[in-house]
Nanobody, 124 residues
């Protein structure tokens, strides 16, 4: 069974940094891509970044230059390094897995495996 465990959220001030972790079990990164998504209160879920089975990465425009996605094959963990955080980055962040590619544009019904979410709060 494929399972994802997201962690690393917290409260930071504007301009601060956080590193989110998505620990995966029951899959290998050779076969699966992992994506990060976020949902702010009252807003739809949106894609943040993904790292795919071939090692390629995708980023939402707002994430480019501030966020970096990476993976540790030994730890079976994907990380989302977030720098220069802004209040508009406040959201619950989720990771999700799919074979091959994880696309950032919705709908996301094709993604069957999700982590539980981790809250990021950026205060001004």
């Amino acid at each position: 069974e494929v399972q994802l465990q997201a962690s690393g959220g917290g409260r930071v001030q504007t301009g601060g940094s956080l590193r989110l972790s998505c620990e995966a079990s029951g899959l290998t990164f050779d076969d699966y891509g992992i994506g990060w998504f976020r949902q702010a209160p009252g807003k739809e879920r949106e894609g943040v970044a993904s790292i795919n089975s071939d090692g390629s990465t995708l980023y939402a425009d707002y994430a480019k230059g501030r966020f970096t996605i990476s993976r540790d094959i030994v730890k079976n963990t994907v990380y989302l390094h977030m720098n220069n955080l802004q209040p508009e980055d406040t959201a619950v962040y989720y990771c999700a897995a799919d074979r091959g590619m994880v696309y950032l544009l919705g709908p996301y019904g094709y993604l069957k495996v999700w982590g539980q979410g981790t809250l990021v709060t950026v205060s001004s």
